[in-house]
């Protein structure tokens, strides 16, 4: 209910001077000033019981301000529990409607809103009714809260929060550990922009719900109404905030509802010495918004990231359940490392934190340290030594291990012929390539190999360049026929042009290596970061094909071409991943280190991240899968 600005002027010119002089003995006279008070609303066309509720709760909030906490007015000017009851009635009608017809949000709508958010409060020229709004939805605080609350780091992506608002009853101030949409550090920056371009210090509750809430509630309805179908406001945020922490963060056996009360701090008023304990009668306003795809609902999709962690409250049962695979039972074949040879391996394969959480990640985390980092901690060496000094981490991505032994603990040894396997270090399956180096007085054998190296990257690099100008022209070609816009017609024709180009030059630089030097082929030198593959076919061009050199491309751009099927559904999409490529690669006779398939990921980064947004996937897309990858899918 909109506030009624009249309401305050009329209780000090008319009915608190009637009040002020009353005594306890004087009750019967204070309820007639209250049946007086409310027959004037009914007047004013406030006629339902809970527009009389919320009057009421205002009435009595001005009042005391003005009279003491034991005044008879208090007595008498309040709803009786049959009205209560009443308008709590009309309120529950209102939510069952509203959860009958919840508001679907797709994983594309929560990325764009989340990133929407983040890209607000990451520019320092944003207004601050933007910030506001834009926090509201990263932290789920009431916006009363951006201004007053506490908010600490507490990890990558939690604050520690303290001094919420309406809790009045508790003995010890209620602080807690909520997660955030956002990096917590970006979070904590902006707010401090907020509070100083409003000197919040300034600020009490009146003065934010009176000035400053509508410029937020316009703010909040600018940046993210076209995503959602339901009326917002600064208060749905929080609603909206509920619903997709739960799904980046709720561990997958917690209770959404117990993780939402958290998020949301409903919390039982608190005692001094005793635990805080969750409030979950509000449960019911937690499912007016459903994240979901294809009706598949999910919870917890970031919590295989490494730099995420468990909100405190909810690590102790759940420890367990956030590895992403089991380990191997055999750790024996992989080598053992010190401590700090594994901190550098993992800053190597992408770790940002420091030595003391990657050791906590290892003990509580296992299996997501080994599908992310090839890292395992061997906590049995530790305790059957007892020398500090004994090497206690194993690399599960060790190149020299004599054997390849699989992650996740299945047999692949008849997954190919002998015929087919390729070992490390060799480039065909027929006839291993001899790789003694160049005699160095032969400079001439040394020019032909680094020449020949240079024209297969430019053709991969080429190749790669067609493969997105054909997308993009597929996509121009798809734009509706009418009306015609003339610049698309002239970019069409372009890339037209560009494409053309291209596979002249490919064909070119063909023609060049299909000369064959007069120094052996053992004479070039196979690079050792490289892939090891079947000796390369001359394909042919065509228009909807181009031929691809490098396995570990193919093979991403095979689950590319799967997951872009149309009609194929969310839990039958692969994610890019080590393993997948790992697994995909030795299904089809080929072998590839570490080292090569992390640098293919990231030179097609962007692409590898527009296929994840486009599709809504993690890394942990492949749990859902009851089948393999190679099943799916095959390298022609």
Avoid at 138 to 153: D, I, K, S
């Amino acid at each position: 209910m909109p506030r009624q600005k009249w309401l305050e002027p009329l209780l000090d010119q008319t009915f608190i001077p009637q009040l002020m002089p009353l005594s306890p003995d004087d009750l019967k006279t204070a309820q007639a000033i209250a049946h007086e008070l409310r027959q004037h609303w009914n007047e004013l066309g406030f006629t339902q019981i809970t527009q009389h509720k919320d009057l009421m709760r205002r009435t009595r909030k001005h009042l005391a301000t003005a009279l003491p906490d034991n005044h008879v007015a208090f007595d008498a000017i309040r709803l009786t529990p049959d009205e209560y009851a009443q308008a709590n009635q009309v309120a529950s009608k209102r939510v069952q409607q509203r959860n009958q017809t919840q508001t679907i949000v797709s994983p594309q709508d929560v990325n764009a809103i989340v990133t929407g958010a983040t890209r607000v409060i990451g520019d320092n020229h944003s207004e601050w009714p933007d910030l506001a709004a834009a926090l509201a939805l990263l932290t789920g605080r009431r916006l009363t809260e951006l201004f007053t609350a506490t908010l600490e780091p507490a990890n990558t992506y939690s604050v520690r929060v303290s001094g919420l608002a309406k809790r009045p009853d508790d003995e010890a101030p209620l602080t807690i550990v909520i997660p955030v949409l956002c990096q917590a550090n970006y979070v904590l920056s902006a707010l401090d922009r907020l509070r100083k371009a409003t000197q919040a210090e300034t600020l009490d509750h009146t003065t934010i719900d009176k000035k400053i809430g509508p410029k937020v509630l316009a703010a909040t309805r600018k940046l993210f109404q076209k995503y959602l179908t339901t009326d917002l406001t600064t208060h749905v945020l929080r609603d909206l905030y509920g619903a997709i922490a739960t799904y980046f963060y709720c561990p997958p056996n917690t209770s959404s509802h117990e993780f939402q009360a958290h998020c949301l701090a409903h919390y039982q008023p608190t005692r001094r010495g005793e635990a805080k304990l969750r409030a979950i009668a509000a449960n019911r306003n937690y499912d007016r918004f459903s994240i979901q795809e294809d009706g598949i609902i999910r919870k917890g999709i970031r919590l295989s990231r490494p730099d995420v962690d468990v909100i405190p409250d909810f690590q102790t049962h759940n420890t367990e359940t956030n590895t992403a695979l089991p380990l191997p039972n055999d750790l024996t074949p992989y080598p053992l490392i010190h401590a700090f040879q594994a901190y550098e391996l993992a800053q190597q394969r992408g770790w940002k934190q420091s030595k003391t959480t990657l050791l906590d990640h290892a003990k509580k985390r296992p299996g997501h340290v080994a599908q992310e980092l090839g890292l395992c901690y061997d906590a049995s060496i530790q305790r059957k030594h007892g020398d500090n000094r004994t090497p206690t981490w194993r690399d599960l991505w060790d190149e020299s291990s004599t054997e390849e032994v699989d992650m996740v603990n299945e047999d692949t040894t008849n997954q190919s012929s002998p015929d087919m396997t390729v070992n490390k270090g060799t480039a065909g399956a027929s006839a291993p390539i001899d790789n003694s180096r160049p005699d160095p007085a032969t400079p001439a054998a040394q020019e032909t190999a680094t020449m020949t190296l240079t024209l297969l990257d430019r053709i991969q690099q080429l190749t790669a360049d067609n493969t997105r100008l054909q997308i993009d022209m597929a996509q121009l070609a798809q734009q509706p026929v009418t009306p015609i816009d003339p610049s698309l017609l002239a970019e069409l024709e372009q890339l037209r042009r560009d494409n053309q180009a291209l596979r002249q030059q490919n064909e070119a630089l063909k023609t060049a290596l299909s000369f064959q030097p007069t120094t052996p082929a053992q004479a070039v030198d196979t690079p050792a970061d490289t892939v090891a593959t079947v000796p390369l076919e001359t394909a042919q061009d065509s228009a909807d094909e181009c031929p691809i050199i490098d396995p570990i491309y193919r093979a991403i751009h095979a689950i590319f071409d799967w997951n872009n099927t149309p009609g194929r559904q969310h839990r039958q999409k692969w994610p890019i991943s080590f393993p997948i490529i790992m697994e995909l690669l030795r299904a089809n006779g080929y072998s590839a280190s570490q080292k090569a398939i992390k640098s293919w990921f990231e030179r097609l980064e962007s692409e590898i991240a527009h296929h994840y947004q486009l599709h809504g996937l993690s890394k942990t897309q492949s749990r859902f899968h009851q089948d393999r990858i190679t099943d799916c899918i095959h390298l022609n």
